[in-house]
């Protein structure tokens, strides 16, 4: 409890993050000394993870940005020297102006981002404004969820609506599909172990033997990017012994008879079994007991549609829990995101209208090409980053790299810490954490709005992105009234759909956080109706023809597989995937120097069959490389993969690696089979002893 002297303000976690944690922080004389859990909350129940327990480190870090930085050094060394805001911002502004009247346009000047906060004000609001109204090219923001996202929608419809993370301790069986929920969704798993102990079996789905995997009753280990596949096998099974819900079928599913024509042709057990490499009594029994064990709850996540066919895996899977009538229990079904389920009027904050009709748009997971001038219209001669560290995070990150160099690219990087972007910057701004500003979140785990509210002064001279917007537009010229303050945008925010109906900034204000409109437990479509255009679950569906793809749930192999393109997986025989290391959230966390000496070195696992082919040892430090590029990590033999796969946790900064790049020098701009994603885990290389090794260099 706080003391006479102390007071406690209510705040939300700002992590990339399903579970959307509820926090207090405790404040005495200004200065914030003491986070944690909100044990009122329904979801968070008390309980923080080891990422934002040490949050405030984060706020108080000694090299934390803090004043303005003008480049005075070669791009890449990170040598900077203080200026004023007004300096700062008048530079940005004179150089958006220049490139903007230049021959090339507004379009030479890119936004990038992506949610370094969740916030719906300070990850998209007037930053979207701010670019629509200069018209700069717009970003694809497709860097994580989009193939599934497609996918799920093609099936389930608008919003991908899905089963109730509440109700998850009445199920009796559990599927983590692609999911390492007990690393990433903590709170769930919370609820599957008390699903557990009233008799639910937990089955997890997944390559690597991950934390969840470990902890399950059951685990599956497919080959990477087969997972399309195997859902086809179960169907197979289940129509083959008559174990499909036929009433739900018919009053709520199009494209039935089609696709279980092709899957009692195609997708014979043995037929799946030598594509997954699970055995078929594996894929009889999952089938029966998923067909008859209710309420069964499936848990899918990203990693799985992080392949060429991804999206269509994603769609496959959600085709299931409709065919055996999943969706009729209290947490039956399926579940990708919550956030689907928040009206929030997205359009009203971002204002999409203000963009010139045209204007075109870049794929985040292509700035590689980008930034070396491979894409349709002008080069980018301008980059605004923020909420986001894409020298570590995206993709093919030597010629990244390579880009960033670009003496003819102005950077411009908003950033709370000295990441790796940072480095390659010519203008830096010192940005606020979310203790230092106003926000509000909806969640891609549960079903509350939240209400994070400012505890404390920005430290140092830290503005928050809306707030440089503003005074960005302001020096731009562009009319005051499109730049409101916060307050104004979260009432505009609320301003929706149905499921926020008397929602307000003033309940939030005493509440904190407040469920959706929904009733408890929430069953989407137990009765049968689904928002797609035939207003069913859509088993066939017509969109996916005029997108040029398969109307019916099919298997699209990875680009880089050794079934399909041995050629390839001649020269780089092993499948690498790169999940996220529990010790940090993406890039966020890996600059600090307590979750560095948590998460150890760089690793990679592997099979010790492959190990031993290789001449290495467990510990030895190896080199893992493609075409594309290459990174070091120490080798980790503890049963986690079969022959032929390998897994390095990620995202460590370049500049704290040995060798100075991470797992996304190996990595493809190749996007996913819908939605735009990106292919981190279709990657194809080679592993070998490093020479020299970082202790000998």
Not at 278 to 283: K, P
Not at 332 to 351: C, E, H, K, M, V
Not at 489 to 494: M, S, T, V, W
Not at 631 to 652: D, H, K, M, Q, T
Request: proline fraction near 7%; glycine fraction near 8%.
């Amino acid at each position: 409890m706080a003391n006479a002297r102390q007071s406690v303000v209510k705040a939300v976690c700002p992590l990339d993050c399903p579970d959307t944690c509820a926090m207090e922080v405790v404040v005495e004389a200004g200065e914030a000394v003491e986070l944690r859990a909100d044990r009122e909350h329904p979801f968070t129940r008390g309980v923080l993870c080891g990422k934002m327990a040490s949050y405030l480190d984060h706020v108080q870090r000694p090299d934390r940005v803090l004043r303005p930085l003008k480049r005075v050094g070669p791009k890449g060394t990170g040598r900077f020297e203080p200026i004023g805001w007004d300096e700062a911002l008048d530079t940005i502004a004179a150089r958006f102006a220049q490139v903007a009247a230049s021959g090339d346009g507004p379009q030479a000047i890119l936004p990038y981002s992506y949610y370094g906060t969740m916030g719906k004000l300070q990850a998209s609001s007037l930053d979207r404004r701010f670019f629509h109204r200069l018209g700069a090219s717009m970003l694809d923001r497709t860097i994580c969820a989009s193939a599934g996202g497609a996918g799920y929608e093609y099936t389930v419809g608008r919003g991908r609506l899905g089963a109730d993370p509440m109700a998850v301790p009445g199920c009796r069986l559990i599927l983590n599909w692609g999911s390492n929920t007990a690393v990433t969704n903590a709170h769930l798993w919370s609820l599957m172990v008390e699903a557990r102990r009233q008799g639910a079996s937990i089955v997890t789905i997944d390559p690597y033997r991950s934390q969840t995997a470990l902890r399950s009753d059951w685990h599956i280990a497919p080959r990477p990017g087969t997972d399309a596949a195997l859902a086809l096998g179960l169907m197979h099974v289940i129509w083959r012994d008559g174990l499909q819900d036929d009433d739900y079928l018919v009053r709520a599913t199009v494209g039935a008879e089609p696709l279980r024509d092709r899957v009692l042709d195609e997708y014979r057990p043995e037929h799946v079994a030598a594509i997954t490499g699970v055995n078929t009594a594996t894929i009889e029994t999952l089938a029966r007991r998923y067909a008859t064990e209710h309420p069964s709850f499936l848990r899918l996540n990203y990693g799985l549609q992080r392949h060429y066919g991804g999206g269509m895996a994603v769609r496959t899977i959600v085709c299931l829990p409709a065919i055996v009538g999943a969706w009729r229990h209290p947490g039956g079904g399926a579940l990708l995101s919550t956030s689907g389920a928040y009206d929030f009027a997205t359009d009203r904050l971002t204002r999409p209208d203000l963009a010139p009709t045209g204007t075109r748009v870049v794929n985040m997971n292509s700035l590689a090409d980008a930034l070396a001038g491979e894409l349709p219209g002008p080069p980018v001669k301008a980059l605004y980053v923020y909420n986001c560290n894409p020298a570590a995070v995206a993709p093919d990150q030597k010629r990244v790299l390579e880009g960033l160099m670009r003496d003819d690219l102005f950077t411009v990087v908003h950033e709370q810490v000295p990441t790796d972007t940072v480095d390659y910057a010519d203008i830096v701004l010192p940005a606020t954490t979310q203790l230092e500003h106003l926000d509000i979140h909806g969640s891609y785990g549960h079903h509350f709005v939240m209400l994070n509210n400012p505890a404390i002064a920005p430290r140092g001279e830290a503005r928050s992105n809306n707030d440089v917007f503003r005074a960005l537009a302001a020096r731009m010229g562009f009319e005051a009234d499109l730049f409101p303050d916060d307050e104004s945008l979260i009432r505009q925010a609320l301003d929706g759909g149905p499921s926020l109906a008397g929602i307000t900034l003033e309940r939030l204000r005493e509440e904190a956080s407040i469920r959706l409109n929904f009733p408890s437990p929430y069953l989407p479509f137990a009765d049968g109706h689904f928002p797609t255009p035939s207003g069913k679950c859509e088993l066939y569906c017509e969109r996916m023809i005029a997108a040029g793809l398969d109307p019916l749930p099919t298997y699209i192999p990875p680009r880089e597989d050794p079934q399909t393109n041995p050629g390839l997986a001649a020269r780089y025989p092993i499948q690498l995937l790169s999940p996220p290391r529990s010790n940090f959230l993406n890039s966020t966390f890996a600059g600090t120097d307590l979750h560095r000496r948590r998460a150890g070195d760089p690793t990679v696992e592997m099979s010790d069959h492959d190990a031993e082919s290789r001449g290495l040892r467990d510990g030895d430090w190896a080199e893992v490389a493609n075409d594309r590029g290459k990174f070091l990590a120490r080798v980790a033999l503890n049963g986690s993969v079969g022959p032929g796969v390998a897994v390095a946790a990620s995202i460590y900064w370049s500049k704290h690696s040995p060798g100075a790049s991470n797992v996304n020098s190996t990595t493809s701009t190749a996007l996913t089979d819908m939605g735009g994603g990106a292919t981190f885990f279709d990657n194809l290389v080679e592993i070998r002893p490093a020479d020299p090794t970082p202790e000998d260099a």
